[in-house]
Each structure stands twice: as structure tokens, then as C-alpha cells.
């Protein structure tokens, strides 16, 4: 079978475009680059020899196959030199009316089975093809920069593009070694449709002063495993490009959590773009650097000394509490494991005994360590043996009742100037706080599961948390070798207030059948750099889980935007919790 489109026209060679011309290229096919001028033509060219050459340094090309690669690629100022290409892609800026324009010149000059394909990240593609005479051979071709790099390629068809010309491009990038993934024309596609609304969400809440950049990027890298943190990646995309994108997005949708933040608009009428202009959110050593050089400069101001710790109680018996209890324990802290019978406490000990045997056989403990960590752990029945110690934390049900309930029972047994802890993921701590006469020594510390591997923890003040114990927390953070961000007390905290909504689209983005689970899965993966494509995650943390978590969110902020997805619903009501109960939005069962 011959392959696809054996010459392509690359129209406009900056970053992007060079990068696709390459890539092209590297397939074996004859590629005609064009540019805006004759000095641009030169810069591309040198542009794209720089990037070959620096591919032979970093041993992805030898010698003799960049010169062959250089001898396919033409590069001059002519657009009518389109018209030899069977498939012509545009990386122009991000113009509509420059596209248009550029569409309707194409379409006068290439023949009429030439396929035109815009590389646009956000603009109508319907619209640039209505420029055209021939919407049926007009589509959306969305590489990723690095185009070296990055697998992703969203083959964007609108209502009236031919199935044979986006089966074709879709041929053409597994071709290039690309992970081709259908999607419909619609603002921002599957990967920056699901990414832009997130980012704007961090930008929101940096804006707020809720948390600070440095918190915010750490509690996304450290909690989600994410390869940055949202304003750094806004940084790095460009403050005015987000803005563009988020702008389409929402005259397309109409949703206020689309509505770009107004920090971005300022950003960007003030000049700070990222680092393509030496300062965004971050400020950085020059235009075009990455390295920061005012990291933390807002995390100054003074604390007072926190109050001294020296031993610990946890309270519940669930692989939380045990986490837990084993990363104060490894520290060198006597604790307390305090569950309501002494048999669940002495069972939540064994559990920990053979948490630390599989470190050890892995190699990431000594058998003395484990014997020192394990002689640190008392099994308590009841909460009575809790009076004496320096700081409880809470790990039981994620229920208000329970928690209540419990902090009432810590407040009469523990004794005065005692740090009480709750480890809730969505409840709010100033509830907690209040069942006790005490409610400037509650604080929240949310670890992440597995508390021991996760070295993410944020530390939540209330409106009455005294100040000495918040630095109690951030102090104690440090010497149990976890990462503290600080935040407020308001539904979701940083994380899962960023993460869940993110969530949220991705289902909506289903139920409206824009696209597949494993399309969208395989998008935000090869695409963001996410370690778990939304359906996978949402499997393993548990539908349920998610849906309490959605309804939270909607109920403190109250934006329609954030109303959990109907199908999200649906599946729990059917009892389809993901991973634990065999079937979420995939079959784990047949697996």
C-alpha cells in the first residue's frame, strides 16, 4: 500500500513548524518549507540545520542520515511552491483572520486533492475551512512542541471533512512514530481543552492569594505527579498564548471557569509572557531562560518558633493511619496507634511490620532501621493512653460526624498546648476544630496515599489556627523528610481543588461523545506528560470517592461549571466504582 502524501508543504517555519518539517523529513518525504520572506526563509533554514545538529550531538541522528534529511527539505518564500505538496500543514500564528487568508490563498493555488491542514491549538478549524472552496479536504492538525518529542497528534475533522483525508493524516503521523487520536472541532481539542481550563483555575487561585506560586506548582508536582506545576508550565507555553487559548475556549463554551483570570490579562498587557520574555509568574535569568532567580522570594516573612514535638499519636488502624504512623516512626518518633479495639491496633502494627519487611527486601531499608522504627510503635486500644503526647493526628473515616466526634474525645484527654491534626481530604477543618474548646491548636495535614512515598503534605489553617502551630506543622514536615505547602481552609486545598474539576471535564468531555476513553486517556498522557490519563485515575481513586469530592467543590464555590457530571452519577448509582468494585469507566474484570 503506498503511503500517504509523499510531498508536504510546511507553511510557516518558527518553532513549530520547523519542528514539523523535520519530523516529516525523517520519514523519507520530500518536504517544502515556506516562509514570509526571503530573511525568514534563511533564519528557518538555519533553524532547522541548528536542530539536525544538535539531534547528531545527542546521537538521535548520525551524520550521514541528517544529510539526507537536509537534502529533502527545501525552504524559500514562494507559497505557489504549496502546490507540488499533497498535504500542505500551516503553523502560522494564531490568527484567525491570517489563516483564513492563507487558506483561501492555498486553495486558489494547490490542486484540488491537495489536503490543507491548519496546526492551530484553539481557533475554529470550521472557519479557517469555510475560507476554502474545498471543506471537505480541510482538517486540524495539532503536533506538540517539542514536535521531536512529543508523540501526540489530534486529528481535528470538522462536520464536513473527509474521512478519508483525516484517516489519511492519521496514517501519515503513525508514520512519523506519532500517537494519532481523533477529536471534533471544538475550542482547544482534547489535550489543551482539559489542560487551559486547569491552568486558568491555578492562575485564579495564585490571584487570590490562597496559596503561593511556589505551593501551588510543588502541590501539582508532588501530589499528582505531574512534570510541572501549572503557573511554570503557563510560563513556559506563554502567558498571552494561554490567554488566547482560554479566550476561544470560552466564547466557544461560555463556562466562567473558561474565562481567562484577570492576572493573565494583566500579565500580558504588562509584557510578562513566561520566559520568552524573562518574566511571568516567575521572573527568570533572561528572555528565553528557564532558570529562576527569584524562587521563594515571597516566602520571607517571619514565624514564630513552633512548639517542640517529641512524640506522636495516630488515630485509626486504615492504610492511612498506618502510612502515617510509619513515616513519623522511621523518623525516630515514639508513636501512639490508638484504633477503638486493641486487636485493630495490633493489627494496623502487623500491617506496618509488613510494610517496612517489603523496604527492607526492596533494598530501601536496613533490617535495623526497621527493628528501631517498629520498637517506636505502641498499639493503644481506646484514646486514653493519647493524653501525654505533643501532636494527635487524625486518619479515620472521611466522615464530619465521625471526625467530630472523635476531636470532642481528644479535646477532654489530651493535654493543654497539644497539636491536633486531621488528615481530611475535603472536609473542612474549621468543623473539626469546633468540637473542641481548643480550636487554635487544630490544623490540618493532609498527607497523600501512600503516606510514605508521597512526600506531599498540605498544612491547612483555619481562621482560628494559632500561628505557632501552623509553624509547628511546616517545622515538623521537614524533619519527617515531607514537602509542606500552606494553604487555607477551603474545599479541596490546593490539590484535589485543581485536580477534580480537571476530572469533571474529562467525564463531561465523554458524556458529550467529543471523544474515547482512550483517547482522551492517551491525549493528556502523551500530550501533557500526565502520569495517568484521567479515566485510569479516576478508577483508582474511585468514582465514589470522586463524586463526594465533585460535591463538595460545587457546594463551597457554587459555579455550575464545577456540578459533578452526570455520568459520573450514573456510574455510582450502578455501583461502578472503578478498580474496587471491577468496572469504572473501564472493565477491570476481563483484564
Do not use: W
Not at 515514639?334 to 526492596?362: C, G, I, M, T
Not at 484514646?383 to 486518619?395: C, F, K, N, R, S
Not at 512515598?453 to 494559632?466: C, D, H, I, P, Q
Amino acid at each position: 500500500m503506498e503511503r500517504p502524501f509523499p510531498t508536504v508543504a510546511v507553511v510557516g517555519l518558527g518553532t513549530m513548524g520547523a519542528g514539523v518539517a523535520v519530523a516529516v523529513a525523517r520519514s523519507g518525504r520530500r518536504v517544502i518549507g515556506v516562509e514570509a520572506g526571503p530573511t525568514q526563509a534563511l533564519r528557518a533554514l538555519d533553524r532547522i540545520e541548528a536542530a539536525t545538529a544538535r539531534a547528531v550531538a545527542r546521537e538521535r541522528l548520525t551524520a550521514e542520515e541528517r544529510t539526507a534529511l537536509l537534502a529533502l527539505i527545501e525552504v524559500g518564500d514562494d507559497l505557489t511552491a504549496a502546490a507540488q505538496a499533497d498535504l500542505v500543514i500551516e503553523e502560522v500564528p494564531e490568527d484567525l483572520e491570517l489563516k483564513r487568508s492563507l487558506f483561501a490563498e492555498l486553495d486558489r493555488i494547490c490542486p484540488p486533492e491537495t489536503v490543507l491542514a491548519t496546526g492551530t491549538t484553539a481557533l475554529s478549524v470550521t472557519r479557517i475551512a469555510a475560507a476554502t472552496a474545498r471543506p471537505e479536504r480541510v482538517l486540524g492538525v495539532h503536533f506538540f512542541n517539542p514536535v521531536h518529542t512529543m508523540k501526540l497528534v489530534e486529528v481535528v475533522r470538522t462536520v464536513l471533512t473527509s474521512p478519508q483525508a483525516a484517516d489519511q493524516v492519521a496514517e501519515l503521523a503513525r508514520d512519523l512514530g506519532k500517537e494519532p487520536v481523533a477529536a471534533g472541532d471544538r475550542a482547544g481539542f482534547i489535550a489543551n481543552g482539559l489542560l487551559f481550563a486547569y491552568l486558568n483555575q491555578a492562575a485564579a487561585m495564585f490571584e487570590s492569594r490562597y496559596a503561593t506560586r511556589e505551593d501551588i506548582d510543588a502541590a501539582m508536582r508532588l501530589g499528582c505527579g505531574l512534570p510541572m506545576g501549572p503557573l511554570a508550565l503557563l510560563d513556559l507555553i506563554g502567558v498571552d498564548t494561554a490567554r488566547t487559548v482560554l479566550e476561544a475556549m470560552y466564547e466557544q463554551s461560555r463556562d466562567r471557569l473558561h474565562a481567562p483570570a484577570p492576572i493573565l490579562g494583566q500579565l500580558v498587557a504588562a509584557g510578562l509572557l513566561g520566559r520568552k520574555s524573562g518574566r511571568g509568574f516567575y521572573t527568570y535569568a533572561a528572555p528565553g531562560s528557564s532558570k529562576v532567580v527569584d524562587e521563594r522570594a515571597a516566602a520571607a516573612k517571619p514565624r514564630p518558633a513552633g512548639r517542640e514535638v517529641r512524640s506522636v499519636g495516630v488515630c485509626g488502624s486504615g492504610t492511612m493511619a498506618t502510612g502515617i504512623v510509619e513515616v513519623f516512626a522511621k523518623a525516630g518518633f515514639p508513636v501512639l496507634l490508638a484504633a477503638r479495639s486493641q486487636e485493630k491496633a495490633e493489627r494496623a502494627k502487623a500491617q506496618l511490620a509488613k510494610a517496612l519487611e517489603r523496604s527492607v527486601s526492596r533494598g530501601r531499608l536496613t533490617e535495623q532501621a526497621r527493628d528501631e522504627a517498629l520498637a517506636l510503635v505502641t498499639p493503644a486500644a481506646g484514646y486514653q493512653d493519647l493524653a501525654d503526647v505533643d501532636l494527635v493526628v487524625e486518619a479515620v473515616a472521611e466522615d464530619l460526624a465521625v471526625k467530630r466526634e472523635l476531636f470532642a474525645t481528644l479535646d477532654k484527654i489530651v493535654k493543654p498546648g497539644a497539636v491536633l491534626a486531621t488528615t481530611t481530604s475535603s472536609l473542612p477543618v474549621i468543623s473539626c476544630a469546633t468540637a473542641t474548646g481548643r480550636p487554635q491548636d487544630v490544623v490540618g495535614m493532609h498527607f497523600f496515599n501512600p503516606a510514605p512515598a508521597m512526600r506531599l503534605v498540605e498544612v491547612v489553617s483555619t481562621v482560628l489556627t494559632a500561628e505557632d502551630v501552623t509553624a509547628t506543622v511546616l517545622e515538623l514536615c521537614g524533619t519527617v523528610k515531607k514537602h509542606p505547602v500552606e494553604c487555607g481552609d477551603r474545599a479541596g486545598f490546593i490539590v484535589n481543588a485543581l485536580l477534580f474539576p480537571y476530572l469533571n471535564d474529562a467525564v463531561r468531555m465523554l458524556e458529550e461523545h467529543y471523544a474515547t476513553v482512550d483517547d482522551i486517556d492517551t491525549a493528556m498522557k502523551l500530550g501533557c506528560g500526565y502520569p495517568m490519563g484521567p479515566f485510569e485515575l479516576l478508577d483508582v481513586v474511585g468514582l465514589d470517592v470522586s463524586l463526594t469530592i465533585e460535591k463538595v467543590l460545587h457546594q463551597e464555590f457554587r459555579e455550575p461549571g464545577l456540578a459533578a457530571a452526570p455520568l459520573l452519577e450514573h456510574l455510582v448509582a450502578a455501583g461502578c466504582l472503578g478498580r474496587k468494585t471491577g468496572r469504572g469507566f473501564r472493565d477491570h474484570a476481563r483484564r
